[in-house]
């Protein structure tokens, strides 16, 4: 037996508890709708949110700047250089933001992992939502500061706890997603930068859920609530809204010229390639030109929202395009990720680790690319499937609706 072979067993463990992830295989680009093993289903995935993962705009800029600088950018920027393309990509997400400087990383993940670890330390306290995303988690593990879970979305516990636990503390940040990403609701910005200011804590939301969805033009949850200015650190994704790949963080000067020095992933991972951060410029450039797309998209979000409820889903605190139907059981939301997939519907189903044990559900994702049409075939397919699964029943619509407890 291979050193290696215990995985087997691990693997097969997952199987069992209906834990194990099939990744599907698409050939072609992201959409309304594509291929998905040889089939051409509805996609309610990706989140591909104003549907510029495969926009002919975008494209256009990709290949531009592959024409223009090539396919790699060489090595770490601190070393190899900054391509002027990054730059550019830098100064326009600070000018979407409303922020005074961006640094951009290779992913979101990274750049919670870019930031955290790099701001705190021994002898500093985090306060950390407790559904917070992995990222913000390893970012916080890997600080070495301690960390505080505080209650979802709770302001209050969030005051008791660094009440009780503040003292001796060197600094204070308290951080949380924008909006989050299993559930759909949105952190309650306002109340979380009010404690922070009655104990001199510094805030960190990480917006990669809010950027391109919430605020005026999509510029997310800080300008959403009006904060511009009373939040210190933005961290955001180009993958999910921006339709690409790649992390930025926004705020004040000192901190990006901080990140520069010392975030680990911006000085030992090589940076984004031309090709995406081009593209990236491409699609802040169409949210800069106006909110036609984001609109589109709270519409289709609001109408899909209101049809699963009418049939009878619990769609628990979501209320922006993240919209989960809230099933509980492993095997069930992967024996109804499976039904719906026969009638043409890609929803995965998502478990433990990624939600909490006995909390699995379908997380739909809406798309501005979706048309009406679309979306009745989804309510279609998941009220026959919801009937045939026996999860429409009277008592247990009420048991999960709106109750955070069942999420
Ligand atoms: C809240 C949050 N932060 C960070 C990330 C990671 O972003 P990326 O895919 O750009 O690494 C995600 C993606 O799932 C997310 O939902």
């Known amino acids: 037996m291979a050193k290696i072979d215990f995985l087997a067993k691990e693997l097969d463990l997952l199987r069992e508890q209906g834990l194990f992830n099939t990744i599907r295989t698409i050939d072609g680009p992201q959409g309304a709708w594509f291929v998905a093993d ?52 830098e100064k326009k997400l600070a000018e979407f933001k409303h922020a005074p400087a961006s640094i951009v990383l290779q992913g979101g993940f990274n750049a919670n992992l870019a930031v955290i670890p790099t701001i705190t330390g021994e002898g500093d306290l985090i306060f950390s939502d407790e559904l917070n995303h992995a990222s913000i988690i390893d970012g916080c593990r890997l600080s070495k500061a301690r960390v505080v879970r505080y209650l979802h979305n709770n302001a209050e516990d969030l005051r008791k706890k660094i009440k009780e636990e503040m003292k001796d ?21 306002p109340d979380l930068v009010e404690v922070a200011d009655e104990f001199g804590a510094m805030v960190m939301v990480d917006d990669a859920h809010g950027e391109g ?61 031309p090709a995406d951060a081009a593209a990236a410029v491409a699609a802040v450039d169409v949210l800069l030109q106006g909110d036609k797309l984001v609109k589109k998209l709270w519409a289709n979000a609001e109408y899909f929202r209101g049809g699963l409820k009418a049939a009878g889903f619990a769609t628990g605190e979501s209320q922006t395009p993240i919209i989960p139907v809230i099933l509980g059981d492993e095997k069930l939301a992967s024996e109804f990720s499976k039904t719906l997939f026969a ?19 379908i997380r739909c994702m809406i798309s501005a690319v979706h048309e009406k049409k679309d979306l009745d075939f989804a309510l279609e397919k998941f009220t026959e499937a919801g009937k045939r699964l026996g999860v429409l029943t009277a008592e247990r619509s009420s048991v999960n609706s709106g109750n955070r407890q069942n999420i």
């Open 38 to 89: 040889g089939k051409r289903v509805l996609n309610l995935c990706s989140n591909n949110y104003l549907g510029f993962a495969n926009s002919p705009l975008l494209k256009k800029a990709a290949k531009q700047a592959i024409n223009k600088y090539g396919v790699g950018s060489g090595a770490v920027r601190t070393i190899a250089g900054t391509q002027t393309i990054h730059l550019e990509l």
């Open 169 to 189: 503390a060197r600094r204070m940040l308290i951080v949380t997603d924008g909006v989050f990403s299993m559930n759909g609701d949105i952190a309650p910005l």
């Open 213 to 273: 969805v919430l605020g005026e033009g999509g510029r997310g949850i800080v300008n959403h609530f009006g904060l511009e200015g009373k939040v210190e650190i933005e961290v955001g994704t180009l993958s999910k809204a921006f339709g690409v790949v790649g992390g930025y963080v926004t705020g004040p000067q000192v901190l990006i010229d901080y990140l520069k020095q010392r975030g680990r992933p911006f000085l030992f991972s090589t940076g984004l390639s």
């Open 343 to 361: 009638g043409r519907i890609f929803a995965q189903s998502i478990a433990y680790p990624t939600v909490e044990r006995g909390k699995a559900r």
